[in-house]
């Protein structure tokens, strides 16, 4: 493999932090689907054995770059501008009492719950169904993909927030 295309695939992943699909990769960085794969598998392969800070996840086959979810927790505002510090209270409420109804939440949080709780769903932190008069809350796909740990982990991320 090529280190300049590994490179080149590398650089797209740090750049580009939604993340893109092996044939967006394959097309910006000119190369097969395989080989674009062999390198992403590569490059995580490479950052593992290193015990380096970053990690290749794939997601619904989109491939995006993160740090590991052990350096992630306590360094909340150093987050990226999507996710401010009241949205992360508002997830970590979502995260820490999951299957939380909307009512409870904006009792915990305040009447700008209702904001994070729609700009959540909207990114897919969160996931809401109806329930009663309310609605039920529980973490989506990209929350865990995002903080890059598996269902059953999420107290371990907002631990921190749990009484706020």
Known sequence: MPDDLKKRIEALLFIISKGLSVEEISQKVN???????????????????NNKAFTILNLNNVYRMTVHRELINGVDESMPGELSKSL???????????????????????????????????????????DGKSFKLTLGEKFFEYFNISKGEEKFIFEQFKGN
């Open 31 to 49: 190369c097969s689907k395989d080989e674009a794969l062999q390198a992403i598998n590569d490059l995580k392969a490479e950052y593992e054995s």
């Open 88 to 130: 992360i209270k508002t997830l970590s409420v979502v995260a820490w009492k999951q299957g939380i109804s909307q009512g409870e939440v904006v009792r915990i949080r305040g009447n700008k719950a209702y904001d994070h709780i729609k700009s959540l769903n909207e990114m897919g932190f969160i996931n809401s169904a109806p």
